[in-house]
């Protein structure tokens, strides 16, 4: 089950996923999106099980009945990704609209919060087989889970500092349950998430920005199919999947020359 999953990340993950054999549940915020995901999946995944269900997370009743419709379609969940969030325009905190700010917070910390809430009551009560672990629950780290700061996300980077807090205290009260908790970090991924609200209007400043994205970002697939294998063998809680490492981040830098990698668009 991933939430957010109609497209970028989210969407991918759900791809390989099914294309190691999983039964997958895609979700997203309108029926129309989950409508476009499924389709998307299902022509090119043709034997594929997947499922749809819209959900806002934001909502705590939708996020029991995502959880209540997974139930149905897939019998038990084996893992729940907490992937759904949005971004906020890379402006300070003082240009930001209050209701806007509560936005992002309901939906990239509260909606983790409940979506925790609900899959940790769904997993520690649902029947599984002898020897079957009940359960494992993901969280998606991004910009300032680590504590970092970067002009322009205050709000978004708060929350997913709060998401790192949530991730590390459901794994302490979690033991004994046996359900896994653990995080992905994605690193920097070529995605409207990413490149809608970066401003272009000062050629000189886009360029700069551009040339550290083609060194630093990836497509979503990529990352994708490198995380989705790692959750399937994950049986330690506590487990951080990184992507984009310090050794990594450095040795694109000083091969940044030879490489000549180019993600971004023009």
Known sequence: MITGSTRGLGF?????FLRRGCMVVVSGRTRKAVNAALSGLR???PR????????DVADPAQVQALWDGAVKALGVVDHWINNAG?????????????GFMEVVVRTDLLG???????????????????GRAPGAIWFMEGHGSD?????GLSVYGAAKRGLRYVARALAVEARGTGVLVGALS????????????????DAAAWERTKRVFNILADRPET????????????RRTGTLIAWLTGPKILFRFLFAGILKRKVIPD
């Open 43 to 45: 022509a090119e995944l």
């Open 147 to 151: 504590g970092s700061v970067r002009r």
């Open 86 to 98: 949005i971004g906020q325009p890379m402006i300070p905190i003082w240009d930001l609209d209050p």
């Open 223 to 234: 990352v994708a199919a490198f995380l989705a294998p790692r959750v399937l063998a994950t």
């Open 112 to 130: 983790v919060l409940y979506g925790a809430r609900v899959a940790m009551r769904g997993m520690t009560s649902q029947p599984r087989e002898p």
């Open 48 to 55: 594929a099980a997947v499922y749809g269900i819209a959900c």
């Open 186 to 201: 994605p690193g920097i991924m070529v995605t409207d998430f990413l490149l809608k609200p970066l401003d272009r209007r």
């Open 12 to 16: 991918q993950l759900a791809r390989e």
